[in-house]
Every structure is written in structure tokens, then in C-alpha cells.
């Protein structure tokens, strides 16, 4: 692993199906936008023979980042496969968008991968976010390894950002990062920076050097000896710590030396264990070069030291209904079980599902039970249906190339499968599975958008549809309060991709419009109101008269009815009429045209006429003494106040907190959460949160979280009152 020497001939080029777990890997690579992880994928595509230098595979096109929304926006958006072959091993490289808007295409990476390669640009270091998803990898035991790029950046140190890892990432044992291999510099040129263009092996203490553009092997000078041993004493004992023969840290102190066979295998164990983490580094080809800087070296650390997917835990499975069912296992002959992580639309094919094959084989042409569940609040109806698996391919850039199978470990493309969505199960369906789901986060943005046209509003509901089904991180809500169509994205650039794709894909051009939070009336005081409904000009007449008591209720009330008619003042069969008009002006509002809530109304006395007195007409009276009412009385405007927790490093609490003090906020309490990270409770209008998804990102640096639900409404301070009132005017 990493130490081997020579080229690998007859082994490199485009993955083709594998035959067995173990000839597999699949690794998602993870890092903050612009570390390089796009250009390392297409640098190991290059040096394992599956592309031409130019980073384009045979049949024509650009390995990643090939969609047309990815070349307009110059940055990953989505989750993308690019299989290679190494050494006779399948390797799934899973590359991620790195900005924060898109984390849903991170998940569902980590999902189908087995471990992660940490991309860490030496130019910018290591942001919070980044950490953030390290510590949930050591949360499960993954497997991690780091990458160090943009060596060739002014002011770029390795093993300063070596160091950084190591406080980032190491935890209580600083042993656990260390590198296996040093840069080589060159000359340094007139900006004193001089370029990497080989590699110091520290267990092999071999020089690897791609000056020429080939990576070729060497002895190392004598003037690189003092350097190698330095750091190579740290690594073994790094190792030794973790190797599972207790006598071999003994032997070393004592002044054995250690077989290099012996340290791979046990630096092999750590890292596919999840206890060592290596660092490595790495730069894409030069003009004219086969092979970048370091991408032999992370090749032979992929296939010799992360695991198979057989030496992974698979998820928990139960039927669809909830019941348990027996553990699962990566075999191609156990009963089948895939998981669909990412679901695509091809102007050719339809819909693409890339799903990760957890126990069995999946072939084209059976059909296959699939089952979602868990998701109804997104938009997501559970549902349980059997559909035939189209063709199978293997995705490589724009182009799916033809798959005969795809066994247990393995991931592929099943083309036209209509109703399965991200996050779907597929299994037998004689025996129906569903996969425990991973954690999606939360939308917590709302866009408003209206069709822009008749034509596009004929579409619109079809294409929002299949825009969710894609994502499983977007919600859809038809607010029945605002009559508003809302999604929830996890940020503007989420939001802005998914109306591109709306138009691009689905042909529907959306205007976004101002969100409306769901505001409501109620009555501050005690109010009298007379409806009187009279129209005797000749016919059928119509003649309804009654008189109401109104007094406010405590929040979450409702509308309460009571009938205090004595006498027969109101005939019986018409104070259900009455309440019936209430309910349906309550509905509308009385004063700003929002829902009334929270009111006790008392139907005291009234009139009617033997003749002229019907059920719509008591409507009517009841409808206008309400209104009448309200003329009188000081009425509310509601607004809804959400609870609101936000998970934050310690060091940004206080500004937290007085953020949302700003925003009308009542802090709570706090409370620690571990790992230096503290949780803030507070209650805060909903009107001021809109946007606090993309706020919190900004003043966390992108390492707070937060949730939200409703709490109740309450009434809005009176200078807001009269703002939200002259904007109604405005947009009137």
C-alpha cells in the first residue's frame, strides 16, 4: 500500500462489473469547495489509463462536472460516479460538491461508500465544516484518509498543513495522522516557492520522482537521509501503536528492525479499522505527463488499505410495515437489498437511479420490490410497489456503459425505474426489504415561486414533482394559509439549482415572490356585534337577524361556539346556520383579511320570520355581526413564533445569541453538546428566521446547525403591524 514500486500493466483503464466483494472499493472523497476534489478524481482517472490527458474519456466528454448547470456555476453541484480500475480492484470514486448548499450530495456519498479520502487544499487549510463531517465518518468508525493539494501554491507548506491536520483531525491520539510520504521540492524560482515534483516514500525510504512526467523510483540522496529518519521513527511508532502484535513496540524500542512487509500489513489493518489515518499528497498531471503528483500512491492506499465493502458493517433492515428483520451481509448470493442514492434525469435514458448493492446481485429485466418510507414530510408518499429494473450501466462522465450485473458492494445505474426515489429500497419482491435511512438535513429556506405563464403553470405541478423526487433534501409546500407554493431548500445557490433544473430539464420558468409567513387575528377585548339581514322588496324574502357577544380566548384556542338564545328568539334549526356564517368570516379574517383565532363567540338573541327566515340567510347575519364585532374592538395581528435550537462551536455563541436577540428572539438556555460545541435554545418569530439558514452559515462559518418547529402565535408589536400593513398596500 503506497510502498509498492513499478506500474501496474494490464491493470489500469475502465472499471467493468466486479465479480466478488472484495475486488471493489468505494470511496467518496470529502472537502470545502475548491480544495481540488473534482481535479483529483479526473488525476486518478488519469493515472489508472480510464481517460486520455486531456481528462476526457474515449467516447467524447468531460469525466466530472459535465452538467450544464456545473459549467455556468464553475463548481460541483451533485454527486458524481466515476469508476476506475486498479491492480485488478474496481474503485468507485464518489466525488461531492464541497459547498455547503449541496451537503445532501455529500450524505448521500458517504452513504454509498465504504471510506473517505479527506481533500485538504494546502493553500486554504481546514475549514469547520469539513471537521464537522470528519467527526460524524469517526462517529460510525469509517475509514479516513487525508489528501494534501495545491502544493504548488505560494506560501503552501506540507508540513505546516500537516500539522494542521493533525490538530483538526487527530484527536486524543496525535500519533494517529501522520504522513507516509514527503514532498520532493525543486529549485525554487524567482518567487522563492519551489514546485513538488516527487515524493519521499517513509516505510520503502524509496524517492518516487514525476518530473518527467512518469513516476520512476530512486534511492534517496544523502543529503534526504536526516529528513527520512526524522519522520519516519513518528510513522513506525504510529503504527506499532496500532498494530495488533502487542511484542512489536517491545521489539522496536529494543532496537529491532521491523520488517517493511510487517509495517504495511499492520499500517493497512489501522487504516481499514478506522484508527490510522494517513496523509498523503497529491497535484494533477503536468502537460504531456500520464501520471500526477502522488496518484500512484493514493491508488495502491485505496486498494491496499481501505476496506472491501465485506468488511463494513451493512445497515439495518426491517419489512416495510416496522417489523425486524435479520441482519444482512455482502454477499452476492444473499437475498437482494440495494439502496437508491441518487436519482437523475437523462435527456436519453429517463430517469437514472444510482443505487449501492448491499446483499445480493441486481440484474436488468427482474423485477424488483421498491419501498419508500419515512419521508412524508418532504413531500415523499410512502409507497410500496414492484417495478422491472431497466438496463444496468456504470456512469463515466456523460456516458453509461453496459453492465451485466451488479453484486453485493458494487454501485450502477438502473435506468426508467418510475416510481423509485432517493433514499427508495430495492429488494425481492417476494420478501420486501427497507433500509434504514440515513440522516438527511434539514430545508430550512424557504423560496416562493409562481409559474411565470399559463403554459408553464399547466407544468408546473408535474415538474416540481419530479424536482423533489430528485432530492430528498427539497421540501414542497402548498401553504394553505398563504396560498403560497414554497420550497425549502438548504440554501440560495440549493435554490437556484433546482429552478435552473426546473426550466433547463422540465421546461417550467418559476418567479420567485416575497414568503409569507401564516399571521392571524384575534380580538384584544370583549366586542358586541349585530348582524341584520333583510331583504322583504317583493318574491321570497330573506330575514335573519342576531346578535353576538365576542371575547378573546387564551392562544391555541380555536373558535369556540356557545348558544345563549332563550326563548326561541332564534329558531333551533338556524344556530348551527349561524355558527356556520361565524366560522366561514373567521376563516377570511375580519380586519387584515387573516384567519381569526382564539375567540369565544356567544349567540345572545335575534329574530326571525316565519316566512322569509332560511339557512343561508342566518349565514349571512352571522357572518356580519362578526364583522360588526370587530369594527369596535382592537384586533391582533398574530405571528408565529418558532423554537428554534442551534448547535454552534463555543467560540460562536455569543454571537449567536445576540443575533438572535436581534431578531426578537427570547434565549432559553444553553446547554453543552460535547466536542466544544454548546446548544442554543431560544424562541423567535418566524417572520425574523426566514432566512436564518443562510445567516447562521455566515456568522458560524459555516459550522452551525440549527432546527426550527412551531411553537404557537403571538401578537406582533404594533410599529411591525403597521410595516406589514403598508406593504400589503404597496404590493395592492
Given at each position: 500500500m503506497g510502498e509498492k514500486t513499478g506500474t501496474h500493466p494490464g491493470a489500469a483503464g475502465r472499471a467493468a462489473a466486479a465479480d466478488r466483494p472484495s475486488s471493489v472499493r468505494n470511496v467518496v472523497l470529502v472537502g470545502h469547495s475548491g480544495s481540488g476534489k473534482t481535479t483529483l478524481v479526473e488525476a486518478l482517472a488519469l493515472a489508472s489509463g480510464a481517460v486520455n490527458r486531456a481528462g476526457r474519456v474515449e467516447d467524447g466528454g468531460a469525466l466530472s462536472d459535465y452538467d450544464e448547470i456545473e459549467h455556468r456555476q464553475q463548481r460541483s453541484v451533485q454527486l458524481s460516479l466515476v469508476p476506475v480500475q486498479w491492480g485488478g480492484i474496481k474503485v468507485n470514486l464518489l466525488d461531492t460538491p464541497g459547498y455547503a448548499d449541496f451537503v445532501g450530495e455529500l450524505r448521500a456519498g458517504l452513504r454509498a461508500a465504504d471510506a473517505a479520502l479527506f481533500v485538504v487544499s494546502a493553500a486554504d487549510g481546514v475549514d469547520g465544516a469539513t471537521r464537522m463531517v470528519w467527526d460524524e465518518c469517526a462517529a460510525v468508525g469509517m475509514p479516513r484518509a487525508l489528501v494534501i493539494t495545491h502544493l504548488e501554491a505560494a506560501r503552501?507548506?506540507?508540513?505546516?498543513?500537516?500539522?494542521?491536520?493533525?490538530?483538526?483531525?487527530?484527536?486524543?491520539?496525535?500519533d494517529a495522522v501522520l504522513p507516509l510520504y514527503l514532498p520532493l521540492y525543486g529549485t525554487a524560482g524567482a518567487d522563492g516557492h519551489a514546485p513538488v515534483h516527487g515524493l519521499i516514500g517513509l516505510l520503502s525510504q524509496r524517492v518516487f520522482d514525476y518530473s518527467s512526467g512518469v513516476r520512476t523510483e530512486r534511492a534517496p540522496e544523502p543529503?534526504?537521509?536526516?529528513?527520512?529518519?526524522?519522520?519516519?521513527n513518528r510513522l513506525i511508532e504510529g503504527i506499532i501503536a496500532e498494530s495488533e502484535d502487542e511484542s512489536l513496540m517491545d521489539r522496536y524500542l529494543g532496537g529491532e528492525n521491523i520488517d517493511v512487509k510487517t509495517l504495511v500489513g499492520d499500517l493497512e489493518t489501522a487504516v481499514a479499522r478506522g484508527r490510522f489515518h494517513?496523509?498523503?499528497?497529491?497535484?494533477?498531471?503536468?502537460?504531456?505527463?500520464?501520471?500526477?503528483?502522488?496518484?500512484?500512491?493514493?491508488?495502491?492506499?485505496?486498494?491496499?488499505?481501505?476496506?472491501?465493502?465485506a468488511e463494513r458493517p451493512a445497515p439495518e433492515v426491517t419489512s416495510p410495515d416496522g417489523r425486524p428483520r435479520p441482519p444482512i451481509t455482502c454477499d452476492p448470493d444473499g437475498p437482494l437489498v440495494a439502496e437508491v442514492v441518487k436519482t437523475s434525469s437523462d435527456p436519453y435514458v429517463g430517469r437514472l437511479s444510482l443505487v449501492r448493492v448491499f446483499s445480493g446481485t441486481l440484474r436488468p429485466d427482474e423485477t424488483v420490490h421498491v419501498s419508500g418510507h419515512g419521508l412524508q414530510d418532504r413531500g415523499h408518499e410512502d409507497h410500496d410497489v414492484d417495478e422491472r429494473v431497466g438496463a444496468l450501466s456504470s456512469p463515466f462522465?456523460?456516458?453509461?456503459?453496459s453492465l451485466s450485473k451488479a453484486i453485493a458492494g458494487?454501485?450502477?445505474?438502473?435506468?426508467k425505474l418510475a416510481r423509485a426515489e432517493t433514499g427508495d429500497t430495492l429488494s425481492s419482491k417476494d420478501t420486501p426489504l427497507l433500509v434504514e435511512p440515513w440522516t438527511m438535513p434539514d430545508p430550512l429556506l424557504p423560496v416562493a415561486i409562481q409559474a411565470h405563464s399559463k403554459p408553464d403553470e399547466d407544468k408546473l405541478s408535474q415538474g416540481l414533482a419530479r424536482l423533489v423526487a430528485e432530492d430528498p433534501t427539497m421540501r414542497l409546500e402548498h401553504n394553505q394559509d398563504t396560498h403560497q407554493v414554497v420550497l425549502w431548500c438548504l440554501g440560495e445557490a440549493h435554490a437556484d439549482v433546482a429552478l435552473e433544473r426546473l426550466r433547463a430539464r422540465y421546461g417550467v420558468q418559476v418567479d420567485t415572490v416575497p414568503y409569507k409567513v401564516p399571521l392571524r387575528e384575534t380580538f384584544g377585548a370583549k366586542s358586541a356585534g349585530r348582524g341584520r339581514?333583510?331583504?322583504?322588496?317583493?318574491?321570497?324574502?330573506?330575514?335573519?337577524?342576531?346578535?353576538?357577544?365576542?371575547?378573546?380566548?387564551?392562544?391555541?384556542?380555536?373558535?369556540?361556539?356557545?348558544?345563549?338564545v332563550v326563548g326561541g328568539a332564534v329558531p333551533r334549526q338556524f344556530i348551527p346556520s349561524v355558527e356556520k356564517g361565524v366560522r366561514a368570516q373567521a376563516t377570511k379574517g375580519v380586519a387584515a383579511g387573516y384567519p381569526l383565532v382564539d375567540v369565544r363567540v356567544t349567540l345572545l338573541d335575534g329574530k326571525a320570520h316565519s316566512v322569509d327566515s332560511s339557512d343561508a340567510a342566518f349565514q349571512t347575519a352571522g357572518a356580519l355581526a362578526l364583522r360588526e364585532a370587530a369594527t369596535d374592538a382592537r384586533?391582533?395581528?398574530?405571528?408565529?413564533?418558532?423554537?428554534?435550537?442551534?448547535?454552534?462551536?463555543?467560540?460562536?455563541?455569543?454571537?449567536?445569541?445576540?443575533?438572535?436577540?436581534?431578531r426578537r428572539g427570547r434565549v432559553v438556555g444553553t446547554e453543552q453538546s460535547g466536542a466544544g460545541r454548546t446548544l442554543v435554545r431560544a424562541e423567535v418569530p418566524e417572520i425574523?428566521?426566514?432566512?436564518?439558514?443562510?445567516?447562521?452559515?455566515?456568522?458560524?462559518h459555516g459550522t452551525g446547525r440549527f432546527h426550527r418547529s412551531y411553537a404557537r402565535h403571538e401578537p406582533m408589536p404594533p410599529q411591525l403591524v403597521t410595516k406589514i400593513r403598508e406593504q400589503e398596500e404597496n404590493e395592492a
Open positions: 503552501s507548506d506540507f508540513e505546516e498543513m500537516t500539522e494542521t491536520c493533525r490538530r483538526s483531525f487527530a484527536g486524543e491520539d496525535p543529503g534526504e537521509l536526516p529528513l527520512i529518519e526524522e519522520h519516519r494517513p496523509v498523503l499528497a497529491a497535484a494533477p498531471a503536468a502537460d504531456g505527463a500520464k501520471q500526477g503528483l502522488g496518484t500512484v500512491e493514493l491508488l495502491d492506499l485505496i486498494t491496499g488499505g481501505f476496506p472491501t465493502p462522465g456523460k456516458v453509461q456503459r458494487d454501485l450502477a445505474c438502473v435506468a339581514h333583510v331583504k322583504q322588496s317583493g318574491g321570497h324574502g330573506q330575514y335573519a337577524i342576531c346578535e353576538i357577544e365576542v371575547e378573546p380566548l387564551p392562544g391555541g384556542s380555536g373558535i369556540e361556539f356557545v348558544d345563549k384586533i391582533h395581528l398574530l405571528e408565529p413564533v418558532a423554537e428554534v435550537t442551534v448547535l454552534v462551536p463555543d467560540e460562536y455563541v455569543g454571537a449567536v445569541m445576540s443575533d438572535l436577540s436581534g425574523e428566521i426566514s432566512r436564518y439558514a443562510v445567516d447562521l452559515r455566515s456568522l458560524s
